[in-house]
C-alpha cells in the first residue's frame, strides 16, 4: 500500500547509511546480524523474541550474499509464523449467553473496545447485553453507555460506588430472561491495586458461576499496543489475577510499531481476537498475520 511505501522501510535502515537500493546484495555477516537484531529490538518486539527471529532468519544463511528486500521477505515469512497460530476470532458457543469478561487497565480501550464488539455481534444478529462493571468509575459507565447506544445494545448500570460483582450477577440474570446470545461485563483496570482488583475480579467470577457454573467463557484481556513492551508486563500481571483467555490488541493504527504482538504471541501463545483501527465503531478488525508481517517488515 501507499501507506507502508512512504513510511521509512523497518529494514531499509539494515545497511545503516541508508539511501541503498534494496536489490544490492550484502554479505549476511555478523555486523549485518547485529543490526537486525537491533532493529527488531525497536520495533518493540523484545530482546528474547528479537534474536530469536533473527536467529532463524540467519540460519544456514551466514556468509551468503541477501539483498534488503530478501531479508524483508524471510522475515515476514518468520513473522507471520509465529503469528498464525494466534490469529483467532471470539470463538462463539452454542452457550445462551455467553459471558465474556473484559479487563484491562484504564486507557488500554476497554470500553471502545467492548461497544465496537457489541456492534459487530449485533450486525452478525446476535443479542447482546453490556454490564458496566468499572462502577468505580461515573465517567466510565457513562462512556459505556454512549458506545451501547451506538451499538443499540443495552447497558445495565449501577450506582456509583456500588458492587460490581452483584451487578454482574444481576446482568447475567437478565440476558438469561431474555434470551441474549452474549453478555460482555467491564471491570475495573485500577492496577495500581492489584490485591484489590484480584479480588474484586474473583468474586465476579465467583458471583456469575452461582448463575452458571461456566461463567465467563472468555476473558479478554484488553491491551494498548502503542505501550510497546508495557503490554508484556501487562499479560505477565493479568494472568496471575485472572483467567486471560485471549487478547485484543488496541490502537494499531496509530504509530504504533506493533513489534510488541510478535513479542506476545511468543511469549503466551495467547489467541489475538481482534485489532482496533481506530476510535469509530467499525475499527476493530480481524487480526490477518500475513498483513500484518508485511506491515511490520515494511
Ligand atoms: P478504557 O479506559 O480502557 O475503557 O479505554 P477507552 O475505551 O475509554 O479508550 C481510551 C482512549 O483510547 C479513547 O480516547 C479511545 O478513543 C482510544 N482508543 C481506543 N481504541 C482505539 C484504537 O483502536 N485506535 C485509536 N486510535 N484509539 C483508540
Known amino acids: 500500500s ?3 511505501e512512504s513510511k521509512p522501510g523497518l529494514l531499509g535502515r539494515i545497511l545503516g547509511r541508508g539511501g541503498e537500493e534494496t536489490e544490492t546484495r550484502r554479505v549476511l555477516d555478523d555486523d549485518m546480524l547485529e543490526s537486525l537484531e537491533e532493529l527488531l529490538i ?31 521477505a524471510l522475515l ?30 484504564n486507557g488500554s480501550g476497554k470500553t471502545t473496545t467492548i461497544g465496537k464488539l457489541a456492534s459487530q455481534f449485533r450486525a452478525a444478529g446476535k443479542k447482546v447485553v453490556i ?44 440476558a438469561q430472561e431474555d ?17 484489590d482488583l484480584m479480588e474484586e475480579l474473583a468474586k465476579i467470577v465467583r458471583v456469575i458461576r452461582k448463575k452458571d457454573p461456566e461463567a465467563p467463557h472468555n476473558t479478554l484481556l484488553v491491551l ?10 501487562q499479560v505477565d500481571v493479568f494472568r496471575k489475577i485472572s483467567d486471560v483467555s485471549g487478547l485484543v490488541m488496541t490502537k494499531l493504527d496509530g504509530t504504533a510499531r506493533g513489534g510488541v504482538l510478535v ?26 498475520p500475513e ?7 515494511g
Open 2 to 4: 501507499p501507506e507502508t
Open 42 to 72: 525497536q520495533s518493540d518486539m523484545g530482546v528474547d523474541t528479537a534474536l530469536r527471529v533473527s536467529a532463524n532468519i540467519a540460519e544456514g544463511r551466514m556468509g551468503k550474499r541477501l539483498s534488503v528486500s530478501e531479508i524483508k
Open 76 to 105: 515476514a515469512a518468520e513473522v507471520a509464523r509465529i503469528m498464525e497460530p494466534v490469529a483467532k476470532p471470539l470463538p462463539l458457543y452454542p452457550t445462551k449467553p455467553q459471558v465474556v469478561l473484559v479487563v484491562g487497565v
Open 131 to 174: 454490564a458496566a462493571g468499572d462502577t468505580f468509575r461515573a465517567a466510565a459507565v457513562e462512556q459505556l453507555q454512549v458506545w451501547g447506544d451506538r451499538a443499540g445494545v443495552p447497558v445495565l448500570t449501577a450506582p456509583e460506588g456500588s458492587d460490581p460483582a452483584s451487578l454482574a450477577f444481576d446482568a447475567l440474570s437478565k
Open 179 to 195: 434470551g441474549a446470545d452474549l453478555l460482555m461485563i467491564d471491570t475495573a483496570g485500577r492496577l495500581q491495586n492489584r490485591q
Open 224 to 233: 494498548d499496543a502503542t505501550t510497546g513492551q508495557n503490554a508484556v508486563t
Open 263 to 288: 513479542s506476545l504471541a511468543d511469549k503466551f501463545g495467547l489467541p489475538i481476537h481482534a485489532i482496533g483501527v481506530g476510535e469509530q465503531i467499525d475499527d476493530l478488525a480481524p487480526f490477518d
Open 291 to 297: 498483513e500484518f508481517a508485511a506491515a511490520l517488515t
